[in-house]
């Protein structure tokens, strides 16, 4: 499963981004998606996730009401729609996944278990 996130940027404050992550070669059903992010000198935070066994969902405390995430699952696509964007979301933004390699089951959104394949990462700036 190779994952690739795109949609960074730079941003005034205020404004807003969409981050794409594309999941190929998951063939699984039954996977979770997360965006993760780390700014310079800071540990790596847990950002957003998103379930597709029940499309169960998490959101930071930090993205609480100006972050919004989605999935296309044909497409096996997540999407995490960022507003009103503020200088200390600046950071290098990951999308991460969890997955059944066979089988069916749960997959949950526990964003301090280990996830599977790791996106290289893409740049959000937000600076005026």
């Known amino acids: 499963v190779q994952l690739q996130a795109s949609g960074g940027g730079l941003v005034q404050p205020g404004g807003s981004l969409r981050l794409s992550c594309a999941a190929s070669?998951?063939?699984?059903?039954?996977?979770?998606i997360g965006w993760f992010r780390q700014a310079p000198g800071k540990e790596r935070e847990g950002v957003s996730c998103i379930s597709s066994s029940d499309g169960s969902t998490y959101l930071a405390d930090s993205a609480q009401g100006r972050f919004a995430i989605s999935r296309d699952h044909a497409k096996k696509m997540v999407y995490l729609q960022m507003n009103n964007l503020k200088p200390e979301d600046t950071a290098i933004y990951y999308c991460?996944?969890?997955?059944?390699?066979?089988?069916?089951?749960?997959?949950?959104?526990?964003?301090?278990?280990?996830?599977?394949?790791w996106g290289q990462g893409t740049q959000v700036t937000v600076s005026s």
């Open positions: 991460a996944a969890r997955y059944m390699r066979s089988g069916v089951g749960i997959v949950r959104c526990d964003m301090g278990a280990p996830f599977d394949s």
């Open positions: 070669g998951l063939t699984s059903d039954y996977y979770a």
